[in-house]
Antibody, heavy 118, light 107 residues
Framework: QVQLQESGPGLVKPSETLSLTCTVS?????????WNWIRQHPGKGLEWIGY???????FYNPSLKSRVTMLIDKSKNQFSLKLSSVTAADTAVYYC???????????WGQGTLVTVSS | DIQMTQSPSSLSASVGDRVTITCRAS??????LAWFQQKPGKIPELLIY???ILHSGAPSRFSGSRSGTDFTLTISSLQPEDVATYYC?????????FGPGTKVELK
């Protein structure tokens, strides 16, 4: 199983862009997996944000689609999340995770709390 | 998009009780449903996949079943360490939506 680790700023100002990176240990060079971002608002449930495949295809949650961009950097075994025009409602723990095609989540990162505040 | 609902949203039960949580998909997802357990401050852990297959390492008191678009997670004998929030997730096709969760507490 791979290991995933999120990194990025823990504090973002309103209206700015949240940027997070997930570093994958153990390899990601396969189209057998989707590379995902999932978030959890404080004290609330899990919200799937979207995925990017190794070939670069993406699928975003329709509720966030207009503000989300995911990219993959194969040379660094990393994928990233950009969420634009953030508000306090985007304050959450952000997890990266891999999902095997046709199956469910195999591995989760530890999660990183991002707070949107001026 | 397919919507996922869960009931109840919370429950309180005694040690040794049989606990049942239901997840309903708004359209067919075949058996492409997983159940996760999340304890406070921890990452979610997979319990059940394909609707009824127990994940390696998950306690055998957990079981899952399916009837059409209704899925059930059962804890046969509730233990103190089962206090957690339980989520279902569909994974037939994206979006890989989670249910809203069921919080299980001890009475």
């Amino acid at each position: 199983q791979v290991q995933l680790q999120e990194s990025g700023p823990g504090l973002v100002k309103p209206s700015e862009t949240l940027s997070l990176t997930c570093t994958v240990s153990g390899g990601m060079n396969s189209d057998s997996y989707y590379w995902n971002w999932i978030r959890q608002h404080p004290g609330k449930g899990l919200e799937w944000i979207g995925y990017i495949s190794y070939s670069g295809s993406t699928f975003y949650n329709p509720s966030l689609k207009s503000r989300v961009t995911m990219l993959i950097d194969k040379s660094k075994n990393q994928f990233s999340l950009k969420l634009s025009s953030v508000t306090a409602a985007d304050t959450a723990v952000y997890y990266c995770a891999n999902i095997r095609v046709g199956s469910t989540v195999e591995s989760w990162g530890q999660g990183t709390l991002v707070t949107v505040s001026s | 998009d397919i919507q996922m609902t869960q009931s109840p949203s919370s429950l309180s039960a005694s040690v040794g009780d049989r606990v049942t949580i239901t997840c309903r998909a708004s359209q067919t997802i075949a058996d492409h449903l997983a159940w996760f357990q999340q304890k406070p401050g921890k990452i979610p852990e997979l319990l059940i996949y394909s609707g009824s297959i127990l994940h390696s390492g998950a306690p055998s008191r957990f079981s899952g079943s399916r009837s059409g678009t209704d899925f059930t997670l059962t804890i046969s004998s509730l233990q103190p360490e089962d206090v957690a929030t339980y989520y279902c997730q569909k994974y037939n096709i994206a979006p890989f939506t989670f249910g809203p969760g069921t919080k299980v507490e001890l009475k």
